[in-house]
């Protein structure tokens, strides 16, 4: 009874709206055109009002929810070339170039988790733990949400500290690697796609995806 | 016999007063030659360092107008033109763009020149696509050239190789300067008896007759003066130096030798240098018109200055094109269409080099920590930065189109409005684009780096984020009712809130995006001064700051600069971030000398810092800069900080999106108040910048610790998703709110859980 109750509500409150809605435009809007066909510009400004009705309806966020987890996208060619001859310079051993090939990737892809992880190992290599500690905890921040890589992260963040001797430490992170249960569907489901590279979220490319999916994402989750 | 004596005597004192002499002459020479190797082998310029902005990386996917492009191009000093056959042309149009590259030796591998054709729909490329082999994914462009570290002389110059010379060049050069250059050994006879007739008729010393080989010796290795002793000497060591190398070798010294002009202090030397100061292009690259120009001009780079004296350079020109044709080294078609062509020597504003003062300041200021000025501008060291011309360019329109319209509107109140700028990627750390002032060609004192400004209200976040890790959360209710405090010195500090109202109870993330003063201060003052202070240091700021209570509503000065290396680290997530303007050195052959790697390092927690980001973001979409959105589409989300100090002597704003942070500072040189606020300039400022980015949004991911909740506006009590004002606000776990409102407690009780498992999913 409740759930009927609920239900019958919820949709007897959207039909009210849309009516009107639908009612509040064909009022305002007496076509604008002599023979009292509607002009495009007529119904532009019918769909502006309609948005808005719909829009004070639900709680429009002030701030859009972050999504649970961002996802890179892997389908761009100069980010997978780059990362290969970064992968033959490290087989050589050659870190230094290793490291020159792995910031031109980030620059191109900054928020790609597996360009930290090979720079991470890259300065782990060097023996600079610090650095490497670090910039294996920004991979960490960058992949929120993403068991698998969260999991390699925290693994190698306790080999760093391992290594440098902070057993301790290393402890702490193997216990955080062990917590995270790898589940790869949920990923799937929650993730925000963005593609490589900055230009793929322009003004024209967003504008054109749909809203509700960009930032409402917490409620499926 | 005695006469006979005496005539041997004198005959004997000749003979020794002769070897005497030859034996000093000989000494003469040989010391001569030996100076003239030694320098001639050696290093024998010292060669400045030249600064590059970062290379154009073009792959499918990259962010990328034609505009853009464009204003690349143009940089790089390319010519548009219909057919696209050689290196450094390119055709632009609407859908595709073809370009000729001219390749460059990067240190990690080499950018070959090739003719490629770069397809783009609206700010994306798309494709690109070369005519012999498949599609590419990526190419870097050449960098742009952005300056020198000059040597105390100020000689610049860009070393060329002979073979970069066009031989129609040489023969222009060689034409008018020198005709027998290859016939003579160092001197010409016919030369010097032409030029003393023509001294003898005119009854002073006006011509010199000089071969190029003696104009070499002459800046070379001699000072300008005109004397006969010089001349005395300039011809034995042109005889030497003939001896020794080739003419190729000589013609090449030469070549880089040359002065050519003069900018300010800095000294024009080479045809290199020359190409690029007079027409924006390598020498290798310019047409028979330019050529014949830069061959006049050895005779008087200032007499014939084509900038400031275009008839005279232009007759000059023409000169040396008749030469050509008379030695029928060009033919008459050649010859008319040279003769007529304009001058085509660029404005000096639009050239690529002296064009970014600010910037070449701060990558100086950085170098200086790892090289001495000796080695700077001597070595020719190549210096690999990260400004980003395109970027630069739009900054630069928005902030100076801004400070204009400002003046517009509130006129002789003002007048003289002076502004700095800097932008950086937030995700990497690389500084992009420096403004120093209002004329950003002009290389005087540079606000972005040097001026020490109260920040204002840009220095709330730090009071807020040290609130959150003690424990308050996003609806923690503060007190904004006015106070004093009692200063040890005797005076009283009276805060006061910038509309002159206060209010009972605010609602923490209200005042933070409303920039509520007096619930900031008692909010500091029952946090510890010391903690913000903190808080402020783990964010990036360096310098030391002083616990007093205004420091927490910004009286504290601090450069853009500053102010950008604190909110790096908040849109980064809490990992601070050296600033960097550069990104390697090399020697003069590309070898890696040192290296500016990405370095960070945590000092904030990425679950604090999350809520500290919801902060800035509600700042501009519904607080004090809210009005970003009346032009940014609403889909790019942005955050950021209004700042303005005592009296608005400053107008401030410090705001990022997910792949762009500019800070942006307006203010009069003598402080003077003005009647703007951090909204009303330099959020416009930043605004106009933005908006003309190619952006991504920000976006953080929820971090573990953190999460969302429904929370009714008024009240900040727990509230539903389907209840009135409800909105949704991110707390640490296990710190949310326990009190529900009406219609939360109403909800929570309609739903079964199950049910609502359902319901959500019909919803959804």
Same mark, same amino acid.
């Given at each position: 009874?409740t759930?009927l109750n ?10 009210t709206? /849309?009516?009107?809605? #639908?009612l509040?435009? *064909?009022?305002?809007? @007496? &076509?604008?055109s002599p023979?009292g066909? %509607? $002009?495009?510009?007529?119904?532009a400004?019918a769909? /502006?009002?309609?948005? #808005?009705?719909?829009? *004070?309806?639900i709680? @429009? &966020?002030?701030v859009?929810?972050s999504? %649970? $987890?961002i996802?890179v ?8 070339? #780059?990362?290969?001859? *970064?992968k ?5 051993g050659?870190?230094?170039? %290793?490291q020159?090939i ?10 790609d988790?597996n ?5 991470a190992s ?7 733990y610090?650095?490497?500690e670090?910039?294996?905890l920004?991979?960490?921040?960058l ?10 992260f ?13 057993i ?9 690697a062990s ?7 949920k ?7 963005i593609p ?10 967003h ?15 | 016999?005695?006469y006979l004596?005496a005539?041997?005597?004198s005959?004997k ?16 020479l040989i ?9 001639f ?12 902005a970062?290379?154009?990386e073009l792959y ?29 042309q390119?055709?632009?149009s ?7 590259t ?9 950018e070959?020149?090739?003719r490629?054709?770069i397809?783009?729909s609206?700010?994306q ?7 012999q082999s ?5 190419i ?8 020198g ?5 100020n000689?610049d110059r860009?070393?060329?190789q002979?073979?970069?010379?066009p031989d129609?060049?040489?023969q ?17 006879l ?10 003898l008729?005119a ?5 010199g ?12 290795y ?6 006969l ?6 011809i ?8 020794h190398y080739?003419?190729?070798?000589i ?5 880089n030798?040359?002065y ?18 007079y ?7 310019l047409?028979?018109?330019h ?9 008087g780079?200032s007499?014939?200055?084509p900038?400031r004296?275009?008839?005279?350079a232009?007759?000059r020109?023409?000169l ?18 040279a ?9 000096q504003?639009?050239?690529?080099k ?8 701060l ?9 001495p000025?000796e080695?700077?501008?001597?070595e020719?060291l ?6 980003n011309?395109?970027a ?8 100076t ?7 517009k509107?509130?006129?002789?109140s ?8 800097i932008?950086?990627d ?7 684009a ?9 290389r005087g ?15 709330k976040?730090?009071?807020?984020l ?5 424990g308050?959360?996003?609806v ?7 106070f004093?405090?009692?200063m ?8 006061e ?12 993330h209200?005042a933070l995006?409303?920039?509520?003063n ?6 500091g ?10 808080t402020?240091?783990?964010l990036?700021v ?7 209570p205004?420091l927490?509503l910004?009286a504290?000065g601090?450069?853009?600069l500053?102010v950008?290396?604190?909110y790096?680290?908040m849109a980064s ?6 600033l ?6 090399t020697d ?9 790697p ?7 927690d ?6 500290l980001?919801y ?6 979409r ?6 970003i ?7 790019i ?5 209004t700042g ?5 002597r400053?107008?401030?704003f ?9 800070v942006?500072?307006?203010?009069q ?5 003005l009647?703007?606020t951090g909204?009303s300039?330099a959020?416009r ?14 976006i ?20 539903d998703k389907g ?5 949704q606000?991110?707390?640490l ?26 319901i959500?999913r019909?919803?959804?």
């Amino acid at each position: 009874m409740t759930l009927l109750n609920t239900l019958y509500w919820h949709q007897a409150r959207r039909l009210t709206c /849309l009516t009107l809605i #639908l009612l509040v435009s *064909a009022c305002v809007f @007496k &076509p604008s055109s002599p023979n009292g066909l %509607a $002009t495009p510009a007529d119904i532009a400004k019918a769909k /502006l009002i309609a948005g #808005l009705a719909e829009q *004070a309806q639900i709680n @429009k &966020p002030i701030v859009p929810v972050s999504p %649970a $987890t961002i996802e890179v996208d892997l389908q761009n060619d100069a980010v997978t070339i #780059l990362l290969d001859s *970064a992968k033959a310079a490290l087989l050589q051993g050659d870190l230094k170039s %290793a490291q020159t090939i792995l910031q031109r990737v980030q620059r191109i892809a900054p928020r790609d988790p597996n360009i930290y992880y090979k720079l991470a190992s890259t300065h782990l290599d060097m023996k600079d733990y610090k650095l490497a500690e670090n910039v294996a905890l920004k991979g960490v921040s960058l992949a929120q949400g993403q068991d698998f890589q969260l999991r390699k992260f925290w693994l190698m963040i306790a080999d760093i500290r391992m290594q440098s001797g902070d057993i301790i430490a290393a402890e702490k992170a193997e216990h955080t690697a062990s917590q995270i249960l790898i589940s790869p569907v949920k990923t799937i489901h929650l993730a925000y796609r963005i593609p490589h590279g900055y230009g793929t979220l322009t003004k024209s490319r967003h504008a054109s995806l749909p809203k509700q999916r960009s930032f409402d994402l917490r409620l499926y989750a | 016999m005695k006469y006979l004596y005496a005539q041997f005597q004198s005959l004997k004192f000749a003979t020794k007063l002769s070897l005497a002499f030859l034996l000093l002459v000989s000494l003469g020479l040989i010391y001569t030659d030996y100076h003239i190797r030694q320098q001639f082998e050696g290093k024998r310029w010292a060669v400045p360092a030249k600064v590059y902005a970062r290379p154009l990386e073009l792959y499918v996917g990259s962010p990328l107008s034609s505009n853009d492009l464009k204003v690349e191009l143009t940089r790089l000093g390319y010519q548009f033109v219909p057919k696209v056959v050689k290196p450094g042309q390119a055709n632009i149009s609407k859908t595709k763009t073809i370009i000729y590259t001219r390749g460059f030796k990067f240190t990690d591998s080499l950018e070959k020149a090739q003719r490629i054709t770069i397809h783009y729909s609206g700010n994306q490329l798309t494709k690109i696509t070369q005519s012999q082999s498949e599609d590419l994914s990526l190419i870097r462009l050449e960098p742009v050239l952005i300056g020198g570290i000059y040597p105390l002389n100020n000689e610049d110059r860009e070393l060329i190789q002979l073979n970069e010379a066009p031989d129609a060049f040489i023969q222009a050069l060689i034409a008018i300067e020198d005709r027998g250059f290859y016939e003579h050994n160092g001197i010409s006879l016919r030369g010097i008896s032409r030029a003393m007739l023509a001294n003898l008729k005119a009854g002073r010393f006006i011509q010199g007759g000089s071969t190029l080989t003696q104009q070499l010796i002459k800046n070379f290795y001699l000072t300008s003066e005109r004397t006969l002793a010089r001349k005395l000497l300039e011809i034995p060591m042109a005889l030497l130096l003939e001896s020794h190398y080739s003419k190729a070798d000589i013609l090449e010294a030469y070549l880089n030798e040359v002065y050519l002009g003069q900018e300010g202090a800095r000294a024009i030397h080479g045809f290199g240098l020359a190409a690029q100061y007079y027409f924006a292009q390598p020498l290798s690259e310019l047409k028979l018109p330019h050529l014949a120009l830069l061959a006049g001009l050895v005779k008087g780079p200032s007499y014939y200055d084509p900038r400031r004296q275009p008839k005279r350079a232009e007759k000059r020109r023409n000169l040396v094109l008749k030469v050509l044709y008379e030695q029928d080294a060009i033919d008459i078609f050649q010859y008319d269409s040279a003769r007529l062509a304009p001058l085509g020597v660029v404005q000096q504003t639009s050239l690529s080099k002296g064009a970014y003062p600010a910037y070449l300041d701060l990558v100086r200021r950085q170098l200086r920590q790892d090289y001495p000025d000796e080695e700077l501008s001597s070595e020719g060291l190549r210096i690999f930065t990260n400004l980003n011309p395109i970027a630069q360019n739009k900054a630069e329109t928005a902030l100076t189109k801004t400070i204009s319209s400002l003046e517009k509107t509130h006129g002789k109140s003002i007048k003289g409005l002076q502004g700095g700028m800097i932008v950086t990627d937030p995700q990497t750390g690389e500084v992009i684009a420096v403004i120093g002032g209002r004329q950003t060609r002009y290389r005087g004192f540079n606000r972005a780096l040097d001026t020490q400004r109260p920040i204002g209200s840009l220095v709330k976040p730090a009071v807020y984020l040290t609130a959150i890790e003690q424990g308050y959360n996003l609806v923690t209710e503060l007190d904004d009712s006015p106070f004093e405090l009692d200063m040890p010195n005797g005076t009283t500090w009276q805060p006061e809130n910038f509309d002159l109202k206060s209010r009972d109870y605010v609602q923490l993330h209200q005042a933070l995006a409303h920039s509520y003063n007096l619930s900031t201060a008692r909010l500091g003052m029952s946090l510890g001064l010391d903690n913000v202070i903190d808080t402020l240091k783990r964010l990036g700021v360096e310098r030391p700051l002083a616990p007093y209570p205004s420091l927490l509503l910004g009286a504290q000065g601090l450069s853009p600069l500053e102010v950008a290396k604190m909110y790096q680290t908040m849109a980064s997530n809490g990992f601070q971030m050296p600033l960097r303007a550069i990104r390697r050195v090399t020697d003069s052959t590309g070898d890696e000398l040192s290296r500016y790697p990405f370095e960070l390092e945590q000092t904030i927690d990425n679950n604090s810092i999350h809520l500290l980001q919801y902060m800035l973001q509600e700042t501009t979409r519904a607080g004090t800069a809210r009005s970003i959105y009346d032009s940014m589409p609403e889909d790019i989300n942005v955050a950021g900080k209004t700042g303005t100090s005592d009296l608005q002597r400053d107008s401030w704003f410090a705001g990022f999106a997910g792949n762009r942070l500019a800070v942006v500072w307006l203010g009069q040189d003598n402080n003077m108040p003005l009647p703007i606020t951090g909204s009303s300039g330099a959020l416009r400022a930043w605004t106009s910048y933005m908006v003309n980015e190619t952006l991504e949004p920000f976006i953080a991911a929820t971090p573990e610790d953190v999460e969302y909740l429904w929370i009714d506006q008024q009240t900040g009590m727990l509230s539903d998703k389907g209840c009135f004002g409800a909105q949704q606000l991110p707390f640490l776990s296990g710190n949310s709110p326990t009190e529900r409102s009406e219609c939360g407690i109403r909800k929570k009780n309609d739903a079964m859980p199950a049910v609502d498992r359902w319901i959500n999913r019909l919803f959804e």
